[in-house]
């Protein structure tokens, strides 16, 4: 098969450099194999000489099956597997046509996500890379819960192997309460010091990382002390815990649209007053302090936690609370692709998979442009709708 030769208006490669104009990024079996000037003989050709290109998105916290607007996410995750799946495939599909290339999966049970994802590898259905955390560790009745609880340090030690047996890429740990649950509180700590650390020692011994929904209090100190690779959603983190983070390297993987997008917790669960309750308090705090915890030099990602297809308004908030839409992109690529461990993708150099977006405008002038991607190129192969 021959190479193909994609010619760009404008390309952001992701590296942190300024982008360029005109450029030919040529791929060939997956991958991107140089970024120039020259179509090499031979190539075929695709035209994007009108767009802005850049990497596709890097969603760093979704879920497959969840849809937030149709309310109990919790009860979206007990249903069977064919309302299941049949949501996912829907998501996955607008995922991937707003942008999305790579998602990482937050959080499904019976292994939904590991089937979703063979469906995807073996092009049954369109969607983004998946890296799945499968079943999240919590226990009975906590945040997070569902069907599936892991309630003793060993529940989570045979959990988290089983998992890795079955082919997760990561953990995924509640240590705090949630806005979408009202029962339950954003600061007290799910579990003791021990489980969390166990967690920790279980993922490094599959050559892995723990990720932690922590919104404040306990629940995030002891994760970042314990060494918890990144950190989900920080809603109420302090100054002193941004800076625990720095210290310990770990990554805040903001998720915005879940607090503040239309079709997020509010179109589904606004109803509930101690959960609206839950959700203005936690805005509040959001805009007031993520702006000076973005400028801390905190290293962060974004996530859109299944309002799917809005990695746009992802970055778009970055801009709102002074990130520069430079980083913003950054934010939404290489950085994610970082933070999970991901070193195949986010960003366009030789070796790295081709994933690329065409977007109708430039972000770096207008960051609402990225609201409109035209063409998603994943893996070399460009989708179609």
């Not at 952001?12 to 360029?20: E, H, N, R, S």
């Not at 240590?175 to 649950?181: D, F, H, L, P, Y």
């Not at 002891?222 to 959603?233: A, K, M, Q």
């Amino acid at each position: 098969m021959a190479p193909v030769a994609i010619r760009c208006g404008t390309l952001f490669d992701g590296t942190g450099a300024a982008p360029v104009t005109s450029a030919v990024v040529v791929v060939d079996r997956g991958r991107v194999t140089s970024v120039g000037s020259t179509v090499p003989p031979g190539a075929g050709i695709v035209d994007w000489s009108a767009r802005f290109v850049m990497p596709g998105f890097v969603d760093c916290h979704s879920h497959v099956s969840i849809t937030p607007g149709m309310g109990d996410q919790m009860g979206q995750l007990r249903q069977g597997p064919v309302p299941q799946a049949l949501r996912a495939t829907a998501n996955l599909r607008k995922d991937l046509f707003a942008g999305t290339t790579t998602l990482r999966v937050m959080g499904e049970e019976r292994f939904l996500d590991l089937e979703v994802r063979q469906a995807i590898e073996s092009g049954v259905v369109p969607g983004p890379r998946l890296m799945c955390g499968t079943r999240q560790m919590s226990m009975t009745s906590a945040h997070g819960y569902a069907s599936t609880a892991f309630d003793t340090v060993d529940d989570i030690r045979r959990g988290i192997g089983e998992n890795f047996q079955r082919g997760a890429n990561f953990v995924k740990i509640f240590t705090t309460g949630g806005v979408s649950s009202p029962g339950t509180t954003l600061t007290e700590s799910i579990y003791p010091r021990e489980a969390i650390r166990a967690a920790v020692e279980e993922a490094k011994r599959a050559g892995s990382y723990v990720a932690s929904h922590a919104h404040g209090g306990p629940g995030l100190t002891l994760s970042v002390e314990e060494g918890v690779r990144t950190i989900e959603h920080a809603g109420l983190a302090t100054d002193d815990d941004v800076k625990r983070m720095i210290d310990h390297d770990a990554r805040l993987i903001c998720t915005f649209a879940i607090f503040m997008h239309p079709d997020g917790i509010e179109r589904g669960d606004g109803r509930n007053p101690a959960i609206m309750e839950k959700l203005s308090a936690a805005r509040v705090v959001v805009n007031q302090r993520f702006p000076k915890h973005l400028a801390s030099g905190v290293r962060f990602a974004v996530g859109t936690d299944a309002v799917h297809g809005a990695m746009a308004f992802e970055l778009a908030t970055l801009v709102r609370f002074g990130v520069s839409t430079h980083d913003a992109l950054l934010a939404g690529t290489r950085w994610g692709a970082e933070a999970i461990h991901a070193d195949e993708i986010g960003s366009i150099v030789p070796g790295k998979r081709a994933d690329l977006i065409a977007i109708d405008g430039d972000p770096l002038r207008d960051i609402t442009a990225l609201e409109r991607v035209t063409a998603v190129i994943k893996d070399g192969k460009q989708e179609t709708p």
